[in-house]
């Protein structure tokens, strides 16, 4: 059974710039999760989605959205990146709802120069 | 905001010893987990405990849960130098249903051979 995948592994650019970051979830699991992890901060959990729509937001600017397709897969935008938005971005996957284990992807390294 | 808190921050023992973390976390939940982080990747998920149960054991790893008190413990038998890595415990926001994990920032947790 394939893991959570995420792409790009590194993604570089520049302030102002947007980014994109995908992630497709395991076989089944109709939730997806991004948390984004900086240096010293911890996992923030930033957007939840299930059955394509967005569920809960964590405490992050508009500029940071996304989507869920449905196949279920899903896409991190973040607009006008400034240079604090370098971070690891995580996305999860899991069966829906109720706390149940998440299934992290490796993550996708984001640096904003 | 964060939910959980870990304790110590970072912790450092020998091959064979125990490594014992602690988590406290502020509402009430429906389950508590354990995930482990190597070096910036994914996280693993490790173990989960549900409200209502007081202990559970997978292999090496004890895990206890205290309601009471909002904290539990995660205890490592016999460390070895692969248990080298940042270990998280996470619980699920009520208002999001139980349905969003959060997760404290992690104890960092070196095995020296």
């Known amino acids: 059974e394939a893991g959570v995948t995420q792409s790009p592994t590194h993604l570089i650019k520049t302030r102002g710039q947007q980014a994109t970051l995908r992630c497709s979830p395991i076989s089944g699991h109709t939730s997806v999760y991004w948390y984004q992890q900086a240096l010293g901060l911890g996992l923030q959990f930033l957007l939840w989605y299930d059955e394509g729509e967005e569920r809960n937001r964590g405490n992050f600017p508009p500029r940071f959205s996304g989507r869920q397709f449905p196949n279920y897969s899903s896409e991190l935008n973040v607009n006008a990146l400034e240079l604090e938005d370098s971070a690891l971005y995580l996305c999860a996957s899991s069966r829906r709802g109720l706390g149940t284990e998440a299934f992290f992807g490796q993550g996708t390294r984001l640096t904003v120069v | 905001s964060q939910q959980g808190e870990e304790d110590p921050q970072a912790l450092s023992i020998q091959e064979g010893e125990n490594a014992t973390m602690n988590c406290s976390y502020k509402t009430s939940i429906n389950n508590l987990q354990w995930y482990r982080q190597n070096s910036g990747r994914g996280l693993v998920h490790l173990i989960l405990i549900r409200s209502n149960e007081r202990e559970k054991h997978s292999g090496r790893l004890r895990v206890t849960l205290d309601t009471s008190k909002k904290s539990s413990s995660l205890l490592i038998t016999a460390s070895r130098a692969a248990d080298t890595a940042s270990y998280f415990c996470?619980?699920?926001?009520?208002?999001?249903?139980?349905?969003?994990?959060?997760f404290g920032k992690g104890t960092m947790l070196l095995v020296s051979p």
């Open positions: 996470a619980t699920a926001l009520p208002n999001s249903g139980y349905s969003t994990l959060t």
